[in-house]
């Protein structure tokens, strides 16, 4: 079977955070998804868990990250993303030693940012020659 061969077992959400020395969260923001981590999540993880969001912010409910952080719930916590973003700069979050917060930099690279603008100006040429966006969103 896959999960012998790899040496992994599956397990649901519940029996992994409670297992887990590292929590990393890298779903989309959806409905479903939106806080995903909240004070349930948070309070089964063992207490020298890391929790680590390169999501989005609001996949993590931002009140109970904050009260298990004081409280030391969990270790600590590793964000590329907060909700809101950015945080108001009296926001708790940014006093605990516990927590470190960077900029979500995933796409800062020369090459990215290039082909971002080769792709704006092809989106706009085409949408001023009357045709088909070729990156279109929504």
């Given at each position: 079977?896959?999960?012998?061969?790899?040496?992994?077992?599956?397990?649901?959400?519940?029996?992994?955070?409670?297992?887990?020395?590292?929590?990393?969260?890298?779903?989309?923001?959806?409905?479903?998804?939106?806080?995903?981590?909240?004070?349930?999540?948070?309070?089964?993880?063992?207490?020298?868990?890391?929790?680590?969001?390169?999501?989005?912010?609001?996949?993590?409910?931002?009140?109970?990250?904050?009260?298990?952080?004081?409280?030391?719930?969990?270790?600590?916590a590793a964000l590329a993303v907060t909700d809101p973003e950015p945080l108001p700069r009296d926001h708790p979050l940014?006093?605990?030693?516990?927590?470190?917060?960077?900029?979500?930099?995933?796409?800062?690279?020369?090459?990215?940012?290039?082909?971002?603008?080769?792709?704006?100006?092809?989106?706009?040429?085409?949408?001023?020659?009357?045709?088909?966006?070729?990156?279109?969103?929504?």
């Amino acid at each position: 079977d896959v999960e012998q061969s790899l040496g992994v077992q599956y397990l649901p959400r519940e029996a992994l955070l409670t297992k887990s020395d590292y929590v990393v969260l890298t779903v989309p923001l959806t409905a479903q998804t939106r806080h995903l981590i909240g004070r349930t999540e948070l309070a089964a993880m063992k207490p020298t868990a890391i929790l680590v969001n390169v999501a989005r912010g609001p996949v993590v409910d931002t009140d109970a990250l904050t009260e298990a952080l004081q409280l030391r719930t969990i270790f600590g916590a590793a964000l590329a993303v907060t909700d809101p973003e950015p945080l108001p700069r009296d926001h708790p979050l940014l006093k605990l030693d516990n927590v470190i917060i960077a900029p979500h930099l995933g796409s800062a690279t020369v090459e990215t940012r290039q082909r971002m603008a080769q792709v704006s100006i092809e989106n706009l040429l085409a949408g001023l020659a009357g045709k088909a966006l070729a990156f279109r969103v929504g």
